[in-house]
């Protein structure tokens, strides 16, 4: 590797990435971040906020379907969906190849990030202009506290749990997002890395198990987020989370049921983890 | 991160690491690589070999029991095993725990290697000691074209297909290894990331069925190998390995029953990956 590299920066990982660049080709400061969209000659254009890495293009779709995809097809019927965060648009160019979703609340907390995503990203942005989707731009835990509405599926499509992403991983926050689901609602949330952050992981489990009846975790392996062994963690008020209730209908990539099943962690894993016994 | 780093060099990788390094143990040159051992805050003792990153003392076992594992649990009684490669031991610990193998022949190009592992890395190559290993130290090429046994398992612990490693992902040393394997016979072979080389993926598995009767590919995330989404091509003359044969007798921190199964990549991912047609 030689010539301009970009050097990421990312506080919670014990490892520090490098990447060829080709070019800058945005650079800005909105009020809540450093905004930097990068040419990559291996992964296409990157999305860089505060220094690290959000997406590539060569595999965003690896993160945006599985968040969106086991939630949704767990679900018997979701019509209704809350992305909070997610200002990218990837994971609601996801959701809205849901044709059971008739309405999709967006609330990010910086409008710039929608406006450099649809200039730069036009392949993630295209849900923007769907007539399904509305968009607000404020912070996410205030929506939820205020929220009139209910919602049969929330996304929380958070950065790292650093600075403003701190919020979104509260024990309040979770308690709100319980308040604006519908009767058989269902909430997923990237939770880190299991091999760096698993006590992290852990907590945020043993966190939403004394708010929702079913709390489970999935994993997927992410190339450019260090650590890569990327969980969600998915919690329902009724129905289980770990197979498909409803048959697949949308393209994809990745995703599909065997897909869906086999990211659910082992039950011997995940109790480990739950009870402090995992050893790494 | 600030302080002394190591900047790994590996030239099959679109993205650099950096690791926090707190000293260098060893560093020396054998025949065939630069050998070094580095103390990590973040990853314990580190094996390095000509700049790459081996293994660390913190999530060595994913890759040594997910390799070991599969295999000899897959076959329904594997009495002689042959290693090749696999000189830091690691592989050789994991295949040691099954009660059924009565023989295991290791052959290690690098006679350096497994010195320097049974210096700095006693949890790895303790089972050097045990009875029913013999070592050789030669190119592994040469030992299954000239070997008179057979074995019921072949493990290959391959470096990268760099330089010497190359030597192992031949179609000539394919078809030497099935001519060592026993009739029920079973083979196991790292062969990189399916992130960032899924070309050379799909180049072993289909290499692997023109000479097997089943060839599969099972996965898991590596933090440590960048690519991180590690596959491993197995083959088998008789059996097939996505499922367990044999019970689970050994102790281990990830493999289990359900983590065999999962591993396994969804067929549609496998079918697509044949024909040509995965798109990233």
Redesign the interface.
């Known amino acids: 590797?030689r010539g301009f590299?970009f050097?990421e920066n990312d506080p919670f990982s014990?490892?520090?990435?490098?990447?060829?660049v080709s070019g800058i080709l945005y650079s800005g400061k909105s009020r809540y971040q450093e905004i930097v969209v990068l040419e990559s000659p291996?992964?296409g254009k990157m999305l860089v906020l505060d220094g690290v890495v959000q997406l590539t293009e060569?595999?965003e779709?690896f993160y945006h379907e599985m968040l969106a995809h086991v939630i949704l097809h767990a679900h018997p019927n979701p019509k209704t969906v809350l992305i909070v965060g997610g200002g990218d648009g990837g994971t609601l160019r996801e959701v809205l190849k849901h044709s059971s979703v008739k309405r999709v609340q967006l609330v990010e907390l910086d409008r710039q990030v929608i406006e450099v995503s649809k200039r730069f990203f036009p392949g993630l942005a295209g849900g923007f202009s769907d007539p399904r989707v509305h968009v607000k731009c404020m912070d996410g835990t205030h929506y939820v506290r205020q929220a009139g509405d209910h919602f049969d599926v929330v996304i929380v499509d958070a950065t790292d749990p650093v600075g403003y992403g701190k919020r979104l991983f509260t024990d309040q926050f979770f308690a709100d997002v319980l308040s604006v689901l519908s009767e058989t609602g269902m909430f997923v949330i990237q939770t880190e890395?299991?091999?760096?952050h698993h006590k992290f992981v852990a907590d945020m489990q043993i966190r939403l198990s004394k708010l929702f009846k079913v709390v489970e975790l999935y994993?997927i392996?992410?190339?450019?987020y260090?650590?890569?062994?990327w969980t969600f963690s998915i919690a329902s008020t009724k129905h289980p989370v770990d197979a498909q209730n409803r048959k697949q209908e949308v393209i994809t990539?990745?995703y599909?049921e065997?897909?869906h099943k086999?990211a659910?962690v082992?039950?011997?894993?995940h109790r480990k983890l739950l009870d402090g016994s995992l050893?790494?």
Chains 1, 2 share one sequence.
Do not use: Q
């Not at 014990?14 to 060829?20: A, D, G, K, S, V």
């Not at 890395?193 to 760096?196: A, C, V």
């Not at 392996?221 to 450019?224: C, I, V």
């Open positions: 590797m590299v050097l014990p490892i520090r990435y490098i990447y060829r291996d992964f060569r595999d779709f890395s299991l091999h760096f994993c392996p992410l190339a450019t260090a650590g890569n062994w990539k990745y599909d065997e897909a086999k659910f082992p039950r011997n894993l050893d790494w």
